[in-house]
């Protein structure tokens, strides 16, 4: 994302994404790439208010739950300093991008 200032061109994502995955619809609104989109646009980045109130926010917060596989591998990839439970908060592990002292 960094390196691209954004997710890249659709045929750039075509190299990397498989065919089928969410990303490479662009032509909704409502999706995850729009939300993406729009957090790491140039011109502005969108309030929390903004990315919560995303219809792709909402239906993963009101309406979609995971299953149990996914709900597995969450939790075996959570951090054991963060709390489980909390349903505002999110952990994402930027561990390739990030060099915090003291940890590897």
Wanted: proline fraction near 6%; aromatic fraction near 6%; include cysteine.
């Amino acid at each position: 994302v960094f390196r691209h200032r954004g997710l890249g061109s659709q045929v750039q994502l075509e190299k990397v994404l498989p065919r089928g995955h969410c990303l490479l619809d662009n032509s909704s609104c409502e999706g995850p790439r729009d939300l993406l989109n729009r957090i790491f646009s140039a011109e502005r980045s969108p309030s929390i208010a903004e990315v919560l109130a995303h219809p792709w926010v909402q239906s993963a917060r009101f309406g979609r739950s995971l299953d149990a596989k996914a709900e597995k591998v969450l939790e075996e990839l959570r951090p054991q300093s963060v709390q489980t439970g909390g349903a505002l908060f999110a952990w994402i592990p930027l561990t390739g991008c990030l060099n915090i002292e003291g940890q590897s």
